[in-house]
């Protein structure tokens, strides 16, 4: 497992419940450390037993905890970049569905290592589209509910109002439903192409 999956898990925890509760699970884990480097690789089970021992100690189902783990990337100020690469992906929510499948090729020239699933989108039209994200090398790693949390948090960017359903898993991918219903249902966050340097 690459160390910015880990990492990610690890700076979730930190900014929204503290220090303390991310330095009791690692010790609890008995690892023989306390943090992810993000260049590093890991075992696949050291992804795992984080994630069971987080579910545990948050009382949060696994399917929920990785939504949140989404939405934390994009809503989050101090992971501003994620969402500010995400905008520069459309004009609207329909432009950002449409530039997830250039998603994990994209993340590898940032990191040429990093090996996210594939997305596939199905647009049906009338505002309905479908989502395959594929399957992980992790088994209890599944990304459809990350991208399921990425989704809630840039449709709220955008101001459009979605409906999503995670549909279950074939055996190559898992399966999202997006109802776009009102692509101008709010404002949404302001978002300039060149960010603005902040004042000293």
Avoid at 153 to 174: F, I, K, P, S
Avoid at 176 to 182: A, P
């Amino acid at each position: 497992m690459h160390g910015l999956v880990n990492r990610a898990l690890e700076r979730f925890t930190r900014d929204s419940y503290g220090d303390g509760l991310w330095q009791e699970v690692m010790s609890g884990l008995d690892l023989g450390y306390g943090a992810f480097e993000p260049l590093m690789r890991y075992e696949p089970e050291v992804t795992e037993r984080v994630l069971t021992a987080l579910g545990a100690r948050l009382a949060r189902a696994r399917s929920d905890l990785l939504e949140d783990v989404g939405t934390y990337l994009v809503s989050h100020p101090k992971v501003e970049p994620i969402r500010r690469l995400l905008r520069f992906s459309g004009v609207d929510f329909a432009d950002f569905l449409h530039s997830l499948e250039d998603l994990p090729e994209r993340a590898r020239l940032a990191v040429a290592d990093l090996d996210l699933p594939p997305i596939c989108l199905h647009a049906d039209g009338a505002g309905l589209y479908r989502l395959e994200v594929g399957l992980h090398e992790c088994k209890g790693l599944r990304f459809g509910p990350v991208v399921m949390g990425v989704l809630r948090a840039m449709a709220d960017d955008y101001g459009a109002l979605v409906v999503l359903e995670h549909r279950g898993a074939t055996e190559a991918a898992e399966l999202i439903e997006v109802r776009l219903l009102d692509e101008g249902f709010a404002s949404g966050r302001a978002f300039d192409l060149a960010a603005r340097q902040q004042a000293g």
